[in-house]
Nanobody, 113 residues
Framework: QVQVMESGGGLVQPGGSLRLACAAS????????MGWYRQAPGKERELVAG??????NYADSVKGRFTISRNNAKNTVYLQMNSLKPEDTAVYYC????????WGQGTQVTVSS
């Protein structure tokens, strides 16, 4: 059974940093596509950062501030978030694309003074 689990959310002041981690388990091979979406209250879910093979893509709003990376051996993906802004406040969801897309339950990130 495939499971996707996020960790690392929390409360941080504007300008601060957080590192999210996401582990996909129950998979016998390396997952090619993993990444992060987020959903703020009253807004639609949006792509934050994604990895496909060696390629990465980022939302314009996080370019230069967020970095996605992975550990292939562990099917784990990370999201390093720097220079956080109040508008980054959201629930962050990790996904893993296999034949189907698997989602984690989400981790709350709150940027507030």
């Amino acid at each position: 059974q495939v499971q996707v689990m996020e960790s690392g959310g929390g409360l941080v002041q504007p300008g601060g940093s957080l590192r999210l981690a996401c582990a996909a388990s129950g998979i016998a091979r390396s997952v090619n596509r993993m990444g992060w979406y987020r959903q703020a209250p009253g807004k639609e879910r949006e792509l934050v950062a994604g990895l496909s093979g060696d390629s990465t893509n980022y939302a314009d709003s996080v370019k230069g501030r967020f970095t996605i990376s992975r550990n292939n051996a562990k099917n784990t993906v990370y999201l390093q978030m720097n220079s956080l802004k109040p508008e980054d406040t959201a629930v962050y969801y990790c996904y893993a694309d296999l034949i189907s897309t698997y989602w984690g339950q989400g981790t709350q990130v709150t940027v507030s003074s």
